[in-house]
């Protein structure tokens, strides 16, 4: 005979190391009150509908109670031998109130237990993560703000294009964390939906009220269908796959925070908290968190291949194989998480050097499109004055020079359409505040939209 909660039709217990192969407590402890949370549901709604009685229910809500504050003085002690958290919780019930305890599993299975678990869980993250996401968006407005008419090298192909605001540089980011932060909450409706009393796959004898236990555990509804309920996971699926674009977000901002604090452009200057020196090379200030979590990027995208790969051909309705599910979903969570807490306090207090990002949107001939666009303005084709500047550019890079040491008298020689205002077309800060076009660089065009952003993350 086996001492399992299961162990009735089994005449002798597994060897040790096959219990712990099988065993998944050493990860989904992590789900404790999740699942006392979802048992008080349960064992409420056998009650009122009459399938428990009162004073068992009664001494089984005291039970979990009592296990739910010892949970959350880190008092439980769990055991390979119970398997997992649905099992260790079940018997440390029955050792606190007795035999009473194994009536908590009527009308229930593991099957829909685990699923409901993990949409509690994923429900409190999610909440979690769109307030990160708003603190990392605030902290990118911050920076915006006081810098509206900093003006740096905008890039194509990593050479220098065309002058911008640094503000409207980093406003991109904002509005990629606002869309990241959309897929969170449209995910959130398949997130909040009840697997609960679907039974270990096709529903119970019992009458229960599946409405009532969802209801009492804030669900928007529950799932039609008892097969499906237990053996989804497009909900762990789609937060994963958020996560992985909102990671490929900050590893594209990382990236860039690494190249501006580089010798090379010397843009910006991390803080000390979020920076580290070398062990052998004392002049040495990495910027090791950017490269960190563009380095976590990996797992992210990893732990969404692992889990798609796992459902992958999955007969109906649940396999053990989805037990594998939880690891990759604790990993995302906690490496997010991590992520976008340093971000936000890596960009707040990140000291951006005006001058010297100012100084390259001048030593450079990100101009050289102003030239063009002064030429059509005043009615030469477009395409023609592209080749005329392109030649004047080309006579600069021949002679060691930037567009706007050549003289008047050069420019009219390659076009008669220059007048002596092109030297102001050709300052960077004129430049950059005539695009002015919608979602443009312009400042006021940059000030709209740190406005509009303002009243998003207000509300
Ligand atoms: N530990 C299991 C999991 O994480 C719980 C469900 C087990 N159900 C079963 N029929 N073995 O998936």
């Known amino acids: 005979m086996s001492s399992k909660l299961w162990g009735g039709r089994f005449t002798k217990s597994a060897e040790e190391w096959v219990d712990e192969f099988g065993a998944s407590i050493s990860f989904d402890q992590e789900l404790v009150q999740e699942d006392i949370q979802g048992s008080l549901a349960h064992v409420t709604m056998l009650k009122q509908c009459g399938i428990l009685p009162e004073e068992d229910a009664d001494q089984i809500i005291s039970g979990l109670k009592s296990l739910q504050g010892k949970a959350e003085k880190g008092e439980l002690t769990f055991k ?21 305890g194994g009536k908590l599993h009527t009308g229930r299975s593991r ?24 603190d990392l968006q605030e902290a990118i407005l911050g920076q915006a703000k006081k810098n509206v008419e900093t003006l740096i090298p905008g890039y194509t192909h990593l050479q220098r294009a065309q002058p911008i605001s640094f503000a409207h540089h980093l406003m991109a980011y904002f509005w990629m964390l606002e869309r990241d932060k959309e897929r969170f909450s449209e995910s959130y409706k398949r997130i909040n939906i009840s697997p609960l009393g679907a039974g270990a796959l096709a529903g119970t004898t019992f009458p229960i009220d599946r409405a009532l236990s969802a209801e009492l555990l804030g669900f928007e509804g529950i799932y039609e269908n008892s097969l499906d309920a237990v053996s989804d996971r497009d909900f762990a699926i789609e937060f994963m796959s958020n996560s992985a674009t909102m990671m490929m977000h900050l590893s594209r901002f990382s990236e860039e925070i690494i190249l501006w604090s580089s010798q090379e452009f010397q843009f910006v200057e991390l803080d000390d908290a979020f ?17 960190l979590i563009r380095g976590k990027t990996g797992r992210v995208y990893g732990n969404l291949t692992g889990l798609l790969t796992v459902l992958k051909g999955l007969p109906l309705a649940y396999n053990k194989d989805m037990q594998e599910d939880k690891e990759g979903v604790f990993d995302t969570v906690k490496t997010i998480v991590g992520s976008l807490k340093i971000f936000a306090g890596m960009i707040s207090t990140m000291k951006v050097k005006k001058d010297i990002m100012e100084k390259a949107t001048r030593n450079d001939f990100s101009n050289a499109t102003e030239l063009a666009d002064y030429l059509a303005a005043k009615g030469m084709p477009f395409r023609k004055a592209h080749e005329v500047v392109g030649k004047l550019v080309l006579h600069c890079v021949q002679n060691g020079c ?49 406005e509009k952003a303002e009243k998003l993350v207000n509300k």
């Open 80 to 100: 390979v031998e119970m398997e997992d958290i649905h099992l260790n919780l079940e018997s440390m019930l029955i050792n606190e109130i007795g035999p009473v």
């Open 111 to 134: 099957n829909d237990q685990v699923a409901t678990d993990l949409h509690l869980y994923m429900r409190n993250q999610t909440n979690v993560i769109l307030q990160l996401i708003h």
């Open 275 to 291: 920076s580290t020196g070398s062990s052998i090379m004392p002049q040495k200030k990495n910027p090791d968190m950017a490269e």
């Open 402 to 450: 930037y567009l706007v040491d050549l003289s008047i008298e050069q420019f009219q020689e390659a076009s008669e359409l220059f007048d002596h205002d092109i030297f102001d077309a050709l300052d960077p800060y004129e430049a950059v505040k005539r695009r002015n076009s919608a979602g443009g660089t312009g400042f006021a065009q940059v000030q709209l939209a740190i």
